[in-house]
């Protein structure tokens, strides 16, 4: 290099410094003598949600971003099942401090995150008249102890998908028991028509105890009574339960593989035409709905036992605030956004989600796009919950264990639900103490 060059640039050195020093200056200037709205920086909300979920969610918390530039709302990508989220969940405020000031929660969570005091007592943010805007079971299903922990999102509840196309064809009407349900899928099965008869979700994980829950209601039986605290699982009705889902295997109408299914896998089996019957939640409507079997199907309340109801098990997802938040002004600023109907509407139209406000089943736009909801609406009326207790992770961990021996043919259905009956009574026995 020439050495009037690099003359140049070391006499350059003092300048940049200069200049670097300066801008330093000029924008701690705000900060040191605290310019009001220079100081103010935008506050980070962030809370986990399930991958699919969080995609689905993303233009809304785009919109809601643009409206608060003082606030930033990330969604934090998830694994799908319920329960190994609670886990991460579960984690972050075992460790104190968790970085979550919102949580995105299952139905299920609401009495062991209250209980254990990781959430924020939401009930004086609504008034009576916002309680009443939104289904009983999810406001329900978001109280502990007579306060409101979880604000409602959106709503769930079991269902049973059919193909109507194969039922005309073979001239049957939709089935209302469990024995129907087998002789009309071996029927078809035995036509040529599908490959399976039933699918459902027998992995071992929360979606397990969620889909039992309605082949128990619908033999009449109980899990856990909430009040008494009384466990029904080793009665008939249960033991009938099981029984019955062990036999949609072992008569061949429901996949060996469907003991590893969860809600995704058995979507994709129905989607495909591979069989007559499923048992999902409603998201799967719409997207099915663009799936080769549009407008081959329809949906139904659950199958039952001659003489008993239809049992749907309450679902759905809503907010909680962490306890813990140092933002918990930015996070209920996030909780109203998306409790509102307009933002429920525009979740509800794009992914074919089932509302928790009450007026949105009667939306022209709704209606117009999805024409089942009023049979969604049936079903989510008679929803069941899950037993709401505190110690229902664990209790359904049980449940899950010993319905997953059954299915999979390492216990009997007596012996399974003797030994979940019994684990189950010294969990509630022990923490009760
Ligand atoms: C759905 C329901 C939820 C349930 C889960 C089980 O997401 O909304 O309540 O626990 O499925 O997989």
Redesign the pocket.
Known sequence: MPLTKLQKKLRGIPTIAFWVIIGCWLALLPVIFNVPGFSQQSVTVSLLVRALEAQQLQPLAQEFNQQHPEINLQLIEAPS??NQVEDLYTASFLLGNSPYDLVFM???WTPKFAAAGWLKDLSSYLSPEEFEKFLPGDIQGGMYQGKLYRAPFRS?AGMLYYRDDLLTQAGYQPPETFKELITISQDLQQQGLAEWGYVW?GKQ???LS?MFVEVLQGSGGFWVNPETLEVGLDRPEAIAAVQFLRDTITTNISPPGVTTY??EESRRLFENGKTVFLRN?PYVYSLASNSPIAGKFSIKPMVHQENKSSGA?????GFGISATSKHPESAWKVVQFFMKEESQKKFVLANGYVPSAKSLFNDPEIVAKYDHYPTLLKILENAALRPPIPQYAQASDILQRYLSAAITNTMSPETAMQKAAAETRRLLSVSDQ
Do not use: H, S
Not at 313 to 317: D, E, T, V
């Open positions: 099942d319920t299952d139905i299920v769930d979700q994980y929360e979606g969620a969860a809600e939640w098990c309450q679902g759905g997802w």
